[in-house]
Structure formats: C-alpha cells, structure tokens
C-alpha cells in the first residue's frame, strides 16, 4: 500500500507562488503516472497536471504556463510549483498515483492540503 503526503499549501496573495511537494511511502517509481488534482469550494474535483514516469506532463488549460509539475524519482518526490496564482486557484489539492500508465483512475490519494489565493 502507498501512502502519500502533501504539503506546502497555505495563504498567498494574487499574483504570488506556492510549491506544493508529495512525499511516497514506496518507491515513486511503483508508480506510473503522477498527478495533482484540486477540489475547489462547493466543485468537484478537477485536474490540474500530471507527469508520467518518462517525464511527460499534461496540464489543464488554466494553469498551463503557470504550474509546472515535476518528479524527483530519488527522492520519491512530486512537487507542483504554482507562480502568479489567481483567487480561482483557491481549493484543496491533492497527490495522486496511478500504478499504470493507462489506468482510467488513480489508485491512491493523499489527504490533501489547502491553497487559499486572496485578492
């Protein structure tokens, strides 16, 4: 069983950054796919970036050019730096992993952490 554990969330001002990090239990590289998703107040939860194992990233639009996604294999690390954050981005983000590549969901979740981005 893999647990993950995020942290770095808290309270930022528009225009301001967070880098949130997801430690492993097991190795990272058990797997696949890696991934970040957001539940923003009174939505579902939504997408935001994912990283396979090779490397390859996927982002939803409204983040895209300001997230960035990476994977630290060594260190059983997936962080997501988040620059000029909007109120929108405002939710809580959790880590998840995804055993395969083509897994239609993700097999484990962290407890997730809370970004709140005032005006």
């Known amino acids: 069983q893999v647990q993950l554990v995020e942290s770095g969330g808290g309270l930022v001002q528009a225009g301001g950054s967070l880098r949130l990090s997801c430690v492993t239990s097991?190795?990272?590289?058990?797997?696949?796919?890696m991934g970040w998703y957001r539940q923003p107040p009174g939505k579902q939860r939504e997408l935001v970036a994912t990283?396979?194992?090779?490397?390859?990233?996927n982002y939803r639009d409204s983040v895209n050019g300001r997230f960035t996604i990476a994977r630290d294999n060594a260190k059983n690390t997936v962080n997501l730096q988040m620059n000029s954050l909007k109120p929108e981005d405002t939710a809580v983000y959790y880590c998840?992993?995804?055993?395969?590549?083509?897994?239609?969901?993700?097999?484990?979740w962290g407890k997730g952490t809370l970004v709140t981005v005032s005006t």
């Open positions: 998840a992993g995804a055993r395969y590549a083509l897994a239609p969901a993700m097999d484990y």
């Open positions: 097991g190795s990272i590289l058990s797997l696949n796919r």
């Open positions: 990283i396979s194992i090779g490397g390859t990233t």
